[in-house]
């Protein structure tokens, strides 16, 4: 995995600074994190008892975070979708629809009845709208992070590559702090019937923000432009796997260890604690929302690392104590509140210092004419592997065989991306 290399020219410049980029991807990325993380602390805390009270609390969570995977399976599907849009209708629409999407079914779920009123039914649209949710995720790819590497200065691609992962934490403090003050401030009753609603209605609202802020961004001239120049384009997917699909599988479990934790620190415990009654919810998320901001940190600090020791060693440091950090994470959850916090923010460090260096290992290894696809592409498996079924697998089987499955999940995510980072060592030095 190599650097990318400097492709910085003097007219790049012209009316386009890294900084507008900057401020355009970071607000793109924590409003489509927001929607999720919305939907992600739902599916823990709400929909259990809305969309599945026939079953016990297990079953319900269970169930709930099937439906969670959909989005994550659909996300590929939506990045094909909306590059065929792109190809023949241009950026601007694409974005708009995507967002549109994305949105519409984010309020859609909010204005959802529950089982007790629709039965059934209520399931399957929940389905559906999580689906689309991945769909429209898919397709409100825009190259924006691809473009602020390559307009990077050189020495300094390590820190404009975290720059994208920024949005994640925002995002998730967002989300956290509106479910944090409604559970708090409302009944148990009034927050499972309307409560819980009022975050999906602020994400339709953020997304519109969102939409206009990006556009601003993707469809002036000079941003056209720059984009052109870098060939940040779509390529056909077939063209593509042809000929860079070692590097889709490459780039997609180099980042594993980052994306195997992901859910891990942020889902995961929710439904946990919640399940075994071991502290309040409250103080869950309070601790949840510290573990973001210290997330910010090391997300800012993996990018000055990585300018000194190269994105590639960054990330294999980081698989490694996250390795060590599995083998501690049993003892940690079951060992009361203390524990469980400590376990809480130690991942969100993890997470924050090895998350902020996965945008390199996805985009690094394409070339200028299958970047823009393989990049996405790239995202969409890592997510697909290493986070989409991370809270029912962890949770499933810790209920079942004990916590040490989330060792296992956690240690076999760094043994991938330690793997991959080997074999495109090897496949460098062939080259």
Known sequence: MQDEPAHRHADDSAGVAPSEIAVGVIIGRASEYFDFFVYGIASALVFPSVFFPFADRLEGLLYSFVIFSFAFIARPLGTALFMSVQQ?????????????????ATAGMAFLPGY??????SIVLLSLFRFCQGIALGGAWDGLPSLLALSAPAGRRGWYAMIPQLGAPIGFIVASGLFLYLHSELSSADFLDWGWRYPFYVAFAIN????????????????EHLLQKHELEPSSFREMFRARGSNLFIGAFAALA???????VTVFPL?????????????????QIVGAGIAILGIIASGLIADRIGRRNTLGILAGLIAIFSVFSPMLIDGGPIGQDVFILLGFALLGLSYGQAAGAVTSNFSARHRYTGAAFTSDLAW?????????????????FGLAAVSVYLLSGALCTLVALRINRVLESRG
């Open 116 to 121: 007790a009123t629709l039965g059934v039914a």
């Open 271 to 287: 439904s946990w604690i919640s399940l075994h009654a071991s502290q309040p919810v409250n103080d869950v998320l309070s601790v």
């Open 384 to 400: 697909l592997i290493g986070a989409a079924f991370a809270p029912l697998v962890a949770l499933g089987l810790s209920v079942h």
């Open 258 to 264: 980052s994306y195997a934790l992901f859910h891990l």
């Open 208 to 223: 519109v923000v969102a939409l206009f802020a990006r556009l601003r961004i993707v469809v002036t001239d000079e941003y």
């Open 88 to 104: 023949r209708w241009g950026r601007g629409v694409k974005l708009t629809a995507s967002l549109f999407l994305l949105g519409t």
